[in-house]
């Protein structure tokens, strides 16, 4: 179905895989078009309650395949309107959670890719560049957005302006990342960690999901306003009801998605 990314679906989970390991899982045209498209599968799919994003071989994601700009003028405005704004703007728009299981290196929009998830699970073999300044350019595909929000901005200044490479175990410290696992075990535990997000409510998730990025851009009034949206909305869902039932009958809840 796909050239440059691989897409399954198991026990609730759509892992999609980066799958160009000869060139560290570079970005082209056609995976940023096969990402957003997986997206949007995965979305509309009643099977999937969470999806895990991940790299073959040894990198997550190496950035930009420079092979694929090289050589006579770039207009990047243009290469980032066409290519990656609208796959970036897919992982807000999924209402399912993403999880960004990064087996290695995440440099470039790679990082950024990894910043847009939701959340992000790292191997200790893994480490993150916002390698953009080295070549004179600016952190894209969200990078500005996320960075600071996720780390605050004076470190998130310091790593673009530096291009400083972050370990693992340092990303973990400035909260960079959610957890650290042993590389022998990674692809398992990221899974695991997977399969535990896909048996909560998931159209809660989605709303919290949607609720907490509304709540980035608008001031407390219009927060609480939509917060009120929100639960009116998960108010109605049949996991809300299960809920409850599950507590007052003193047992786990079995959660369904709808």
Same mark, same amino acid.
């Given at each position: ?20 390991? /000869? ?29 895990? =994003? ?20 770039? /207009? ?51 480490? !993150? ?67 535990? =997000? ?25 927060? =609480? ?13 049949? /996991? ?14 079995? !959660?369904?998605?709808?």
């Amino acid at each position: 179905m796909y050239e440059t990314i691989c897409y399954e679906v198991s026990e609730g989970v759509a892992v999609v895989t980066l799958n160009r390991p /000869d060139k560290f899982n570079a970005f082209t045209e056609k995976m940023n078009k096969e990402i957003t498209d997986a997206l949007k599968q995965a979305q509309k799919d009643p099977k999937v309650r969470c999806l895990l =994003l991940t790299g073959a071989g040894r990198a997550f994601n190496a950035g930009q395949d420079l092979g694929d700009v090289a050589g006579g003028d770039v /207009d990047y405005g243009a290469f980032l309107r066409e290519r990656y704004n609208p796959m970036i703007l897919q992982f807000q728009k999924t209402e399912k959670p993403i999880i960004a299981a990064v087996n290695g290196v995440a440099a470039g929009a790679g990082m950024s890719v990894a910043l847009a998830c939701d959340i992000r699970l790292a191997s200790e073999r893994a480490s !993150f560049v916002s390698s953009f300044v080295n070549i004179g350019l600016v952190p894209d595909s969200g990078g500005c957005y996320f960075l600071p929000r996720i780390i605050g901005m004076g470190k998130a200044l310091e790593l673009a302006m530096t291009g400083e490479k972050v370990s693992a175990a340092e990303a973990l410290r400035i909260g960079l990342v959610n957890q650290v696992y042993p590389a022998e075990s990674f692809q398992e535990d990221a899974l695991a960690y997977a399969r535990k =997000l896909a048996a909560l409510p998931t159209r809660a998730i989605g709303l919290i999901k949607r609720t907490m990025y509304k709540g980035l851009e608008m001031n407390l009034e219009e927060t =609480l306003a939509y917060e009120a949206f929100a639960q009116e909305a998960a108010g109605s869902t049949e /996991d809300h009801r299960e809920g409850v039932a599950a507590f007052m009958e003193k047992r786990a809840p079995r !959660f369904t998605g709808r």
